[in-house]
């Protein structure tokens, strides 16, 4: 396995943006080099310790998506090598990580796709019935299946702030009637095609968070990432009942080991406040975290 790395550190490029997992380098004007990290962040803090393989993982997966959803929607992917686009000597930095797309005039909103209700969803409906003013049937527990998918946007935050729901309505006030339904329509399109997908796969996509762009011709495009366990809710299918029926929240493919483990972490003899820094991950979480992002990998290519 190749060493792991949590923070690339190109010379040859201009850097762009670091996120919570990406670098971001520019390309001349008109792409950009998404570099994958090992890094993984769990209640908006990113940890010191890196998940080894994790970056080339997350890759691999985006870029089936990509290629599977092609006809659904155009991505931002340009085809390039993107080992082509630094000197020799960083190509270890790159190789199996890194995305060469094109640049787009990203949306200031994420796409929110849910057809399971959990998370902050379960939280909010339980308060009013709701979640981002779309209301839902009375009697649904955590973890439900919605009758149809809803579509509930959200504001981007900067890292290490939490992004914020907001209302359809909030949406068209930021960005006009008509790209708000076309983002909407979208991106349910988007998600029940590959919810579809990972079904026959044995893995539930409860929700999933999308994020768009404009290209030079005004074309709506899929960037970013799309539609791996850092961005969407995962549960394999054969724990999802016995969770649902005891009101619990079924197992999944994503950061839960991180999360539970830091939920009852200690620094200095206190429970861990959930702001940087964070406590050292133990191995055995760093291990069993990167065995099931593999699981997940497997079981969609497989």
């Known amino acids: 396995m190749t060493s792991a790395l949590h923070t690339s550190s190109l010379q040859s490029l201009p850097l762009l943006a670091r996120g919570k997992v990406r670098d971001n380098y520019a390309v001349g004007h008109d792409r950009i080099l998404m570099v994958a990290s090992d890094r993984i962040s769990a209640f908006d803090v ?14 691999k997966m985006a870029l089936f998506w990509f290629e599977l959803l092609k006809d659904v929607a155009p991505n931002h992917l340009t ?3 993107p080992v082509s686009a630094v000197k020799p000597e960083e190509r270890a930095q790159v190789e199996g990580r890194a995305m060469l797309v094109k640049k787009l005039k990203p949306l200031p909103v994420e796409a929110v796709v849910r057809g399971y209700l959990a998370g902050s969803g379960w939280k909010e409906y339980q308060h009013n019935g709701e979640v981002c003013g779309v209301k839902l049937p009375a009697g649904l527990q955590n973890a439900s299946k919605l009758p149809e ?9 900067d890292v290490g702030d939490h992004d914020e729901n907001i209302s359809y309505d909030k949406m068209v006030e930021i960005i006009g009637a008509d790209l708000a339904e076309q983002v ?22 409860a929700d999933t968070k999308f994020e768009f762009g404009l290209d030079e011709q005004g074309t709506l495009t899929v960037m970013d990432e799309v539609l791996t366990p850092d961005s969407s809710r995962f549960w394999p299918v054969e724990g999802y009942e016995a969770a649902f029926k005891a009101g619990a929240n079924p ?7 991180v999360r539970d483990w830091l939920e009852q972490a200690t620094v200095n003899g206190q429970p861990w406040d959930k702001t940087a820094p964070s406590p050292a991950l133990p191995q055995d979480v760093i291990e069993k975290t990167a065995a099931k992002y593999q699981e997940a990998l497997t079981r969609l290519l497989g």
């Open 46 to 59: 990113i940890m010191g310790e890196p998940i080894p393989g994790k970056g080339a993982l997350l890759t």
């Open 79 to 81: 085809g390039d090598d």
């Open 149 to 157: 998918p809803i579509f509930t946007p959200a504001t981007k935050a």
């Open 184 to 205: 909407r329509a979208l991106a349910i399109k988007l998600y029940k095609t590959a919810a579809d997908y990972a079904l026959t796969k044995g893995i539930i996509i």
């Open 251 to 257: 197992p999944s493919y994503d950061k839960q080991f």
